[in-house]
T-cell receptor, first 112, second 114 residues
Framework: QKEVEQNSGPLSVPEGAIASLNCTYS??????FFWYRQYSGKSPELIMS????GDKEDGRFTAQLNKASQYVSLLIRDSQPSDSATYLC????????????FGTGTRLQVFP | DAGITQSPRYKITETGRQVTLMCHQT?????MFWYRQDLGHGLRLIYY???????DKGEVPDGYVVSRSKTENFPLTLESATRSQTSVYFC?????????????FGDGTRLSIL
């Protein structure tokens, strides 16, 4: 089993809808979780971080973390065509390093 | 705010050549990282550094060498390039992990080895 699993997609949603992106992980000791957005040909850009169980909202984005079930999700409300990108889930591993493990990403397509 | 810069942005070279990718950050971040990104594999860690003169291997270190003589610079060298090292390379940095700071990425270097 991969350490971080994401559905590769593409996930297609209409403009204005809620896009739901999911990520599961295997390391129960992970404490820090991140969502990065990556446009085609560009570098990953941090959009959300979450460290505690529950929801964290930032504008149209909501990150959800459930450590017991080992999943983290990202909701994008009122999806826009400009949200079309690949979304990478990442988690920090270990207690004495700053290494991240990335999923392979979910490609999101928002159509008008 | 320059942040983190990589050079060159694009590089074409031949097998067997030595090539060095540069990474420079202006945040005085402790940690720096090198990743490669390939279709189907996502981002894979090559090497990382916790501070000047401290480096460690990541998931795919073979064929690569790093150094960190200054906090702000973290060059990656392919000693004898192979076609399998054709990839997009990203450098990233982060601050004190105790403050849970995330990693921020440079714009990447697209490397083609013929």
């Amino acid at each position: 089993q991969k350490e971080v699993e994401q559905n590769s997609g593409p996930l297609s949603v209409p403009e204005g809808a809620i896009a739901s992106l999911n990520c599961t992980y295997s390391d129960r000791g992970s404490q820090s979780f991140f969502w990065y957005r990556q446009y085609s040909g560009k570098s990953p850009e941090l959009i959300m971080s979450i460290y505690s169980n529950g929801d964290k909202e930032d504008g149209r984005f909501t990150a959800q973390l459930n450590k017991a079930s080992q999943y983290v999700s990202l909701l994008i409300r009122d999806s826009q065509p400009s949200d079309s990108a690949t979304y990478l889930c990442a988690l920090r591993v270990g207690y004495n390093t700053d290494k991240l493990i990335f999923g392979t990403g979910t490609r999101l397509q928002v159509f008008p | 705010d320059a942040g983190i810069t990589q050079s060159p942005r694009y590089k074409i070279t031949e097998t067997g050549r030595q090539v060095t990718l540069m990474c420079h950050q202006t945040w005085s971040h402790s940690y720096m990282f090198w990743y490669r990104q390939d279709l189907g594999h996502g981002l894979r860690l090559i090497y990382y550094s916790a501070a000047a003169d401290i480096t460690d291997k990541g998931e795919v270190p073979d064929g690569y060498v790093v150094s960190r003589s200054k906090t702000e610079n973290f060059p990656l060298t392919l000693e004898s390039a192979t076609r399998s090292q054709t990839s997009v390379y990203f450098c990233a940095s982060s601050g004190d992990r105790r403050e849970r700071q995330p990693q921020h990425f440079g714009d990447g270097t697209r490397l083609s080895i013929l």
